[in-house]
């Protein structure tokens, strides 16, 4: 692997936040190919399946988890008595994959004419193209973005789409903590907790809302309630950082660098900026710019949190490139 690809793979494990508030395991595909995905090969064997279940824990959400962990050990029968006889569409994928490959792409092509918004048969089509080297995967997985958007579908299918940046989508690191009252919760009811504290509360308990619910794999609603903490207060740094960072988008990212970049010289004691700049900088490949910001950022306020977390990510890249 080269420098560059190792600090891809660092840079996804480091851009966990400085506060703890929620987050969702969903499963990554191969990062392998070029950007956007044109040149993207499909792995030997079958294609993974890929379920974003969050924090479910009902009877379906059980079986369609066991259905997935026994499908990626291979037990292909085991798997698909485990998603027979449920509903979920993710079920339906389970049980086309489970027979792989006989009539798994002729069964997601149906539940594609069938649920053309659907994002876990869209993401699934195009892995299933991608892996019998029949039909465009491409078309699949952007019409995942098109249908439903504010999912970690989408985060996943941008994953595939663009595979030489780190997974997913860059986060907001605020400079606060989140309170105890929401972290002690068990992590399925925090972002509940947040909602309802942004509700009542002020710009910080909106950006907290924000973290949470890009965490859990809903950017458009993120940068919406982003939007909302930066109308309400349109001289507070952080705030306006904060709702650049929700514009990113791996297919526009001269969006969140047209609002991020004006940012420093309205602001140029502020690490934050700095700071998010270098992270959009890595979301979009630039590592040796990246590098430069962050070390704005450690310079800026030393000893503050952003100024830590920049130094941290400074020595993410120094470790990737040694």
């Keep these: 692997m080269t420098a560059r690809g190792r600090i891809v793979g660092l840079v996804a494990l480091a851009s966990v936040a400085a506060v703890a508030v929620v987050a969702v395991a969903v499963v990554a595909a191969d990062d392998s190919g070029s950007t956007p995905a044109a040149e993207a090969k499909p792995r030997p064997g079958r294609p ?18 066991r259905g997935q962990a026994l499908y990626t050990r291979g037990d292909l029968e085991a798997a698909r008595a485990a998603f027979a006889g449920r509903d979920a569409l993710e079920a339906k994928v389970g049980l086309a994959f489970a027979s792989w490959p006989d009539g798994t792409l002729d ?23 991608l892996w019998a080297r029949q039909g465009d995967p491409i078309a699949a ?7 439903e958007p504010d999912t970690p579908y989408a985060v996943l299918a941008g994953n595939l789409l663009f595979p030489k940046v780190p997974r997913g989508l860059p986060t907001f690191v605020p400079s606060f903590p989140a309170p ?45 309630v982003f939007e909302q903490a930066a109308r309400r207060a349109p001289r507070d740094v952080e705030a306006q950082v904060a709702a650049a960072v929700g514009s990113f988008d791996k297919a526009q990212p001269e969006i969140a660098f047209g609002r991020l ?41 030393p000893g503050s949190p952003l100024a830590g977390e920049a130094a941290r990510y400074l020595r993410t890249i120094r470790r990737a490139r040694s």
């Design 48 to 65: 993974p399946l890929s379920f974003a279940l969050g924090f479910r824990t009902d009877p379906e959400a059980r079986d369609l988890a």
């Design 180 to 224: 105890a009252e929401v972290t002690r919760l068990p992590a399925g009811r925090q972002l509940g907790a947040l909602r309802t504290r942004a509700e009542r509360g002020g710009v910080r308990d909106l950006l907290l809302y924000g973290i949470g619910l890009q965490r859990v794999g809903r950017p458009v609603s993120a940068g919406e």
């Design 261 to 301: 970049g004006p940012l420093t010289r309205t602001f140029p004691d502020e690490p934050t900026v700095r700071f998010h700049l270098g992270l959009l900088l890595l979301w979009t490949g630039r590592v040796d710019e990246a590098a430069r910001q962050f070390r704005l950022a450690s310079q800026t306020q």
């Design 107 to 129: 069964r997601l092509e149906q539940l594609a004419k069938l649920y053309p918004e659907s994002g876990v048969v869209q993401l699934h089509l195009g892995l299933a193209r």
């Design 141 to 147: 997985w952007q019409a995942v973005g098109e249908g």
